[in-house]
């Protein structure tokens, strides 16, 4: 019988029954105590508390080494207000729908713009996977700014379009590259036995990936397609440098009228703050609803 070492005793217990040996781990070790302190969720609170606080208090302590004048009674009016016709939306609410509807757009065009470079890069054509490398290439190494530059002061007087649309544009290209390379590992992601009975049943590549091959990537793909429509919103941000009349805008507007700077940057970040927890909160039930498990 092969002999146990002292080292081997202590991992392992050998027990004997109904003629058959039977193997017991030892018990898993817990964590240090302080370790479990700082992990529990009440002190995770306090901590997270407690640096928001610290960035308040040294926010308003500048502030006030500024001589600056709080004026903070006056955000509601930004945001809604009650005339004679009734309640109001106010502008950074007028703002903050310029955003959602932009995001919007441009998410839509960049799916479909995504979808045909994925495709272009997984077809069997030389010119057409060259040609969307390129794309991704191009659009991955070009700053965003860049990017919006580009297409407001260059490709907008060529194409005569204005500075809504050469944002909506801008956003749909440059996210449709990420999109792209999500999709291309959707499809990847489909057994490969899918393709086979596809083919073996005289199916068309067009109805191959219209009817059994993109249905089932769905799973793989929508749990990353969420957290890009937070990317997509968190980004349109961008576009105030050419003036669209979105959220940041129209706090710049209100900022260089009122002089109120930290009221309304605050406001106008826990306005974002609010919609991408809300989406992020959905992205996260999709993904726990969608994720694929082996």
Known sequence: MQRVSRTNIGALVIMEASGSMSMKGLPVRRPPAINRFFSSTPVSIVIYLLIIVSILYSSFRGAQSMGYNWQWYQIPKYIYSYTDDGFQFGELMFGLWTTITLSFSALILAMLFGLLVALLRLSNLVIGTKVAICFLEFVRNIPLLVLVYLFYYVLGPVFKYDRYTASVLCLAVYH??????????????????????????????????????????????????????????????????????????????????????????FTIAVIYMIVIMILSIGASQVERRYTVTN
Not at 189 to 218: D, F, N, T
Not at 223 to 252: F, N, R
């Open 176 to 265: 449709s590259a990420l999109i792209s390379e999500i999709l291309r590992a959707g499809i990847n992601a489909v057994a490969q036995g899918q393709w086979e009975a596809a083919k073996s049943i005289g199916m068309s590549k067009p109805q191959m990936y219209r009817y059994i091959i993109l249905p089932q990537s769905i799973r793989f793909m929508l749990p990353p397609m969420t957290g890009e429509v937070v990317h997509m919103v968190k980004s349109s941000a961008i576009v105030s440098v050419i003036a669209v009349a979105e959220l940041t805008t129209l706090g710049q507007n209100i900022i260089s009228d009122t002089y109120m700077a930290f009221e309304i940057w």
